[in-house]
Nanobody, 115 residues
Framework: QVQPVESGGGSVQPGGSLRLSCKTS????????MSWYRQAPGKQREWVTS???????AYADSVKGRFTISRDDARNTMFTQMNSLKPEDTAVYYC?????????WGQGTQVTVSS
């Protein structure tokens, strides 16, 4: 059973940085893909970034150049460094894991960017 647990959210001013973490109860080494999605108030959940088993990464255009996703298999944890944060980045951020067979979601962590 995979149980993603997010952490690292918080409140920052525009231009600030946060580092989100997603820790799983089983080895991240075997997961096909790990991703972050976000959902802002009144909006649909949207994909933000992903990292595949082979390390290949992808980013939504809205965060490209500002967010960096990485994975530490020894710690069963995925990270996303978020820099140059904007008010439009405000949302609940969810960790998603696809093992190749099943999908798992975390509970989410709130990110608020406001002056």
């Amino acid at each position: 059973q995979v149980q993603p647990v997010e952490s690292g959210g918080g409140s920052v001013q525009p231009g600030g940085s946060l580092r989100l973490s997603c820790k799983t109860s089983t080895s991240t080494r075997s997961f096909n893909i790990m991703s972050w999605y976000r959902q802002a108030p009144g909006k649909q959940r949207e994909w933000v970034t992903s990292i595949q088993k082979d390390g290949l990464t992808a980013y939504a255009d809205s965060v490209k150049g500002r967010f960096t996703i990485s994975r530490d298999d020894a710690r069963n944890t995925m990270f996303t460094q978020m820099n140059s944060l904007k008010p439009e980045d405000t949302a609940v951020y969810y960790c998603h894991v696809f093992t190749g067979v099943r999908h798992y979601w975390g509970q989410g962590t709130q990110v608020t960017v406001s002056s």
